[in-house]
C-alpha cells in the first residue's frame, strides 16, 4: 500500500510538472513602460541580433545589412515578416520603410504588433500605390479591420521612404504615416468585414480615428512584407523606435 501511495504521488508530480512547463512556454516578460520614455531602439548598424533573422537559403529572407533590415519575399509566403525579441504591452512604435525596388506590380509592406504567434497579430500595412490596410490575425484568421484606402499622404516612386507609427494603449490603437494620422473604415458589425471603399465611401461601418480591440493584450512588434501583388518585393526597413505611450483619449 506504501508503494503505491508513494508511486501515486510521483505520477501527480510529473504531471503538474509536465503542465506547468507548458504553462511556461506561453509566459513572456513583457517590457514595462512609463509614458514617453524610450523603451526600445534598433537602427540596424549591427548584426539585429535583437531580431529574427532567416537564412539567406530560403526563398524568403529578412536580414540585416548595410544598416536596414532587408525584408524579401517569395511567392510561396504570402505574408512575411521579421520581429523583434522583446513582447510590449502598451507602445509607440515608428519605422522608416523603403522599397529597395519600384516594380509596376508595386510592393505592399508595413508593421506587425501584438503578435503573441504566427497566428495570432495585427499588421498595418501600406502599397507603393498609395493605399493603407489594417487585419487582425485571430487563431489563423484573417479579419480586415479597415480596408484599402488612398491618401495622398503615402509618398510614391523610387527610393521613397515612408514613416509608419502605431500607437497602442491597452485596447485602443492609433495609426499614422509620414506623422500624419489616418482614418479607419470600421464595420458596424463587431464580427464584420471591412468592406472595399468606393470613392472613400465606409459602405456598412464609419470612419473612426481609433480602433478599439481587446484581442492581444500585449505581444512582439515587427516588419512585414507580402508576396502580393509583387511575388518579388524588398523592402529595407531602419530606425525602429518604441516609446512608452501617453493615453489615448
Known amino acids: 500500500m506504501r508503494q503505491f501511495i508513494i508511486f501515486l504521488v510521483l505520477i501527480i508530480v510529473l ?3 509536465y503542465q506547468l512547463s507548458r504553462l511556461a ?34 526563398s524568403s529572407t529578412a536580414s540585416a545589412v ?12 504570402t505574408l512575411f515578416w521579421s520581429q523583434a525579441n522583446p513582447y510590449f504591452g502598451d507602445f509607440d512604435f515608428t519605422v522608416e520603410a523603403r522599397p529597395a525596388e519600384s516594380p509596376p506590380t508595386g ?19 501600406i502599397s507603393s500605390d498609395g493605399l493603407y490596410k489594417i487585419i ?15 491618401v495622398p499622404v503615402i509618398n510614391q516612386g523610387e527610393n521613397v521612404v ?11 490603437f492609433q495609426f499614422f504615416i509620414n506623422d500624419e494620422q489616418v482614418e479607419l473604415c470600421i464595420p458596424d458589425s463587431p464580427d464584420g468585414e471591412s468592406t472595399p471603399l468606393a470613392d472613400g465611401e465606409c459602405e456598412g461601418g464609419t470612419w473612426q480615428t ?33 516609446y512608452g505611450p501617453q493615453s489615448i483619449e
Open 15 to 17: 504531471v503538474a510538472v
Open 25 to 58: 512556454g506561453e509566459w513572456h516578460y513583457v517590457v514595462p513602460v512609463e509614458p514617453g520614455e524610450l523603451i526600445y531602439t534598433e537602427t540596424f548598424d549591427d548584426s539585429g541580433a535583437d531580431w529574427t533573422l532567416y537564412d539567406s537559403n530560403t
Open 66 to 77: 548595410n544598416g536596414v533590415l532587408r525584408l524579401s519575399v517569395g511567392e510561396s509566403q
Open 107 to 125: 510592393a505592399v509592406y508595413g508593421v506587425i504588433f501584438r503578435q503573441i504567434d504566427s497566428l495570432n497579430f495585427y499588421a498595418f500595412f
Open 136 to 150: 487582425r490575425v485571430n487563431d489563423g484568421f484573417r479579419r480586415t479591420i479597415s480596408n484599402w484606402h488612398a
Open 162 to 172: 515612408n514613416r509608419l507609427r502605431v500607437i497602442g494603449y491597452e485596447d485602443t
Open 210 to 242: 481609433t480602433l478599439v480591440d481587446d484581442t492581444n493584450a500585449f505581444g512582439q512588434i515587427g516588419v512585414v512584407i507580402q508576396a502580393e501583388p509583387d511575388p518579388d518585393a524588398v523592402v529595407d526597413f531602419d530606425n525602429i523606435v518604441v
